[in-house]
């Protein structure tokens, strides 16, 4: 039985998507639940899997190609068996067919144009026998034969050291969204950004008090610093509403919740999960959390709702050894906070010098509905929580 292979439907925001890659191919055998194809999106990758144990048929949207939401891209046939490969049963000396007999697709006449390649040596894959823009794109020539040994060297030549080479790829297309996303924080909004220092010794050796038995009481989560910092923005964002608010058109919109979104990096770029009433979790819950993202994040398993809204966001730049940095805005929220490298500072302490672990902080945000004294304020609320991990269980 044939089943029609149909894109994912894709949320609102989103308005289509990309073939990203093919894992399988036409006459290929599948198994229920295995990867067909991944399409990109703006946001993240989606995977799409066999229905059913079978035969992919045709593919009708190929690598690169667009697709809109729950649009046609292949063709399945459910029980069917593998397609034996036909081409090694045929003799050797057996004459190609000529090429005026050949089916060829309009995209892949054209390839073989650009390239120079004869039809007739080209297998086609698709339906009927065509030949299709894939099967050139994967045609490799026959080896030549070996050419007879020189009588004597040929001398050595001269290759010119430092050669300049250069590669040139399609940007995909989560990184063409972020730099839509970056450039339009930039030319949108008026974005400042206020520092401040704090002094980690506290939650460090507060970390180091409790690590072991925090491990051991919640199933092998472990105590970082950012629940301390989730948490600090949290009780920040109570005490200054504007920070967690965000601009419509003309209106403000004061948020009652905190949805902290947490930057990840990874290998196709950054994407920011948020942590959905952030306020009502526990240190527990925040790190446990934030672990699963990153796992997620890593094996390109985030979802749409994993990284759609958030209030307010905190990216940690210190974990690649950053001192100091400006974040960027992540629209259309109004600021985000910006964690730094843990680095030991000589620090004036009651008129003695003392080495402290510091870290600078940053906040960058949106001067249109942030004053300057809120800002401030509120980078210093977080800076005097961390400084007091008490304050954040006494909200005080």
């Known amino acids: 039985m044939s089943t029609e292979i149909k894109a994912p439907t894709f949320p609102e925001s989103v308005a289509d998507g990309s073939i ?24 993240v990758v989606l995977e799409v899997v066999a229905p059913a144990d079978g035969v992919l048929k045709e593919i009708i949207k190929g690598e690169g190609d667009t697709v809109l939401s729950d649009e046609l891209i292949a063709t399945f046939e459910e029980g069917a068996a593998a397609s034996a490969p036909t081409e090694s049963a045929q003799p050797a000396a057996a004459a190609p067919a000529a090429t005026a007999d050949l089916k060829i697709s309009p995209a892949a006449r ?46 050595a030549v001269d290759v010119p050291a430092g050669e300049r080479v250069e590669k040139r790829v399609p940007m995909t297309r989560l990184r063409k969204r972020i730099a839509e996303r970056l450039l ?44 301390f910092f989730v948490k600090a923005a949290c009780e ?3 005490r200054f509403p504007a920070v967690n608010a965000s601009i419509d058109g003309d209106d403000v919109v004061y948020h009652g919740f905190q949805d902290v979104g947490v930057a990840v990096s990874t290998e196709k770029g950054l994407v920011v ?27 390109g398993k985030l979802s749409m709702e994993d990284m759609t809204g958030g209030t307010f966001t905190i990216t940690n730049g210190g974990v690649f050894g950053s001192l100091l940095s400006t974040p960027i805005l992540n629209p259309p929220q109004t600021a985000i906070l910006g964690m730094h490298k843990i680095q030991d500072r000589p620090m004036a302490v009651n008129g003695e010098v003392v080495i402290l672990p510091m870290m ?37």
């Open 20 to 43: 990203a890659t093919w894992h399988k191919k036409v006459g290929e055998a599948v198994s229920r639940d295995e990867p067909l194809v991944d399409i990109e999106t703006d946001k």
């Open 110 to 155: 054209k390839m073989l144009d650009e390239k120079g390649i004869d039809a007739a040596a080209v297998t086609g894959t698709g339906k009927g026998g065509v030949i299709t823009k894939e099967d050139v794109a994967n045609y490799k020539p026959a080896a030549a034969p070996a050419a007879k040994p020189a009588a004597a060297p040929a001398p």
């Open 184 to 227: 339009e924080a930039t030319h949108t909004t008026a974005m400042l950004t206020t520092f401040n220092e704090v002094n980690m010794k506290p939650v460090m050796d507060l970390r180091n008090q409790y690590k072991d038995l925090f491990e051991k009481s919640h199933n092998g989560t472990r105590l970082g610093f950012m629940g």
């Open 236 to 238: 920040s964002l109570k």
């Open 273 to 299: 999960p948020v942590l959905r009433d952030a306020e009502n979790m526990s240190m527990a819950k925040i790190e446990e959390k934030i672990r699963e993202y990153g796992l997620r994040a890593k094996d």
């Open 360 to 396: 600078y902080l940053a906040l960058s945000y949106d001067h249109r509905l942030v004053d300057g004294k809120d800002a401030v304020q509120f980078l210093v609320a977080i800076k005097d929580l961390i400084e007091d991990p008490a304050r954040i269980l006494l909200e005080i």
